[in-house]
């Protein structure tokens, strides 16, 4: 699997863990467009090296782990961001 679409897959299965929680609001969080957002999820774009550190603390997640784990088979990841996060 490659880089890309690991992280792809990761960003898109963290946020179907969170009720509620979409495109828009992460994107707005992030500061770019949900258009932006939804190619990162994709796997159309890469997102510049601010946004991608900006997923990983949104999701509490260390980079390493996103571009390299496939974290829906990992059963020790903890997939729900913290609450703050949302609120921002």
Same mark, same amino acid.
């Given at each position: 699997?490659?880089?890309?679409?690991?992280?792809?897959?990761?960003i898109?299965?963290?946020?179907?863990?969170? /009720?509620?929680?979409?495109?828009?609001? $992460? =994107?707005?969080?992030?500061? #770019?467009?949900? %258009?932006?957002?939804?190619?990162?999820?994709?796997g159309?774009?890469?997102? /510049?090296?601010?946004?991608?550190?900006? $997923? =990983?603390?949104?999701?509490? #997640?260390s980079t %390493?782990?996103?571009?390299?784990?496939?974290?829906?088979?990992?059963?020790?990841?903890?997939?729900?961001?913290?609450?703050?996060?949302?609120?921002?």
């Open positions: 699997m490659k880089t890309l679409s690991i992280m792809s897959d990761n898109r299965y963290l946020r179907m863990q969170v /009720p509620d929680l979409t495109q828009s609001k $992460i =994107s707005d969080h992030l500061g #770019v467009t949900r %258009d932006a957002y939804a190619k990162y999820e994709m159309k774009t890469t997102p /510049p090296l601010d946004v991608l550190l900006g $997923i =990983s603390r949104f999701f509490d #997640v %390493d782990l996103l571009l390299t784990t496939d974290l829906r088979k990992c059963k020790t990841q903890e997939a729900v961001p913290p609450q703050e996060n949302l609120d921002t």
